[in-house]
């Protein structure tokens, strides 16, 4: 295998792949990122074998052929070359040669026929879904995913297509984000599957701004074919929740608020929050929202907001980890936050949208 290359094309498909390489990969060939040397170019694969990268990248081929080399020390070689273009050739017994004119690395690889085949697949429906719509609707509904191993089924988001309809959702028990979108077009599909959480970082990562994406689903894995970027996840099996029972009625007790000014105030507050004392308290007058921290030992805060509100009046504690992950993520000016009482839910709806977070007791 012979081939030249830009640095900074290398570089970019290397931090690419290698995000999924675990510090304790069970076996070395886990460690390594395979190179190969195609007619339409190189392809960069990086696994932990429950998924995969491929980033396949222009350059100058001599010579076809892979090897596989150590994902850190390659990184390493590549980011410090004094020149902008790198030339890798491959000799006998796995001696990968990385060189210019001014500067040359030998370092050893392992055989292609140690990594781990990815799995086809061949015959399968491909469904179609724009990436900007996918990416938008990941960042409403990824974060709510949990994070205790011991709710296998919940450490990851629900895709579900039907009827043409895709609807993402996520949940740690706490707090639930429901995401839908009409796909382009009337999609023949009937489709409930669970995305690790780890495969879901690596879409937010690598989905375009504009761009289709294809979507092709195997018996326990699903393929993300984003065009140069290839993903391939082994899925959580498992019934995730029903979901929908849990969505309350929407509320008349509306409270509309600007939603960067809530942000910021509810950033404020959480700056003196300790493990122990989490709770931000939300106090809720007409036409005035009050935003108060009180933590024993710590010290307190306490900040008003206008507001459009006409309900009862109330105070509810909530995270507020959960109210600032989704204030972020929104793009409206202005919320609806429907509040009913100091120990039930809170909830925000916009159009193909619902988020739900529980309340905190205040002590």
Known sequence: MKFKVQKSILINA?????????TKAALPILSNILIEAQTDGVALTATDLDIGITCVIPVDIQEQGAITIPAKRFSDIIKEFPLESVSITTKKNNLVIIDSEAC????????????????????????????????????????????????????????????????????????????????????D???????????????NRNLKDEGELSLIVGSNQALFDLGTVVVISRLIEGEFPDYKQVIPVASENKMKVARSQFLLAVKRAALLATPDYQGVKLEVFKNKLVVSKSTPDVGESREEL??????????????????????????????????????K????RISGYVYIVLPMRLS
Do not use: C, W
């Not at 990851?156 to 028990?173: E, M, R």
């Not at 599909?189 to 879409?203: F, G, R, S, W, Y």
């Not at 206008?306 to 309900?311: F, M, P, S």
């Not at 993520?329 to 609806?336: G, M, P, Y």
């Open 14 to 22: 290397i931090q690419i792949v290698q995000n999924v390489i675990s």
């Open 104 to 187: 040359q690395f030998k370092i050893m690889g392992l055989g292609r026929e140690e990594f781990p085949k990815l799995p086809e697949f061949k015959d399968k429906k491909v469904i179609k879904i724009e990436q900007a719509i996918l990416k938008q609707m990941l960042s409403l509904t990824s974060f709510a995913a949990s994070g205790d191993e011991t709710r296998y089924v919940l450490n990851g988001t629900l895709f579900k297509i039907n009827k043409g309809v895709l609807t993402l959702v996520s949940t740690d028990g706490k707090r639930l984000a429901i995401a839908e979108k009409k796909l382009g077009a009337e999609e």
């Open 189 to 203: 599909v009937d489709l409930q599957i669970i995305i690790p959480i780890k495969t879901i970082h690596e879409l």
């Open 306 to 343: 206008a507001v459009e509100y006409q309900g009862r009046e109330l105070a509810i504690g909530f995270n507020p980890t959960y109210l600032i992950d989704i204030l972020k993520n929104l793009s409206e000016e202005t919320i609806n936050l429907e509040l009913t009482d100091s120990e």
């Open 345 to 348: 839910p809170g909830v925000i």
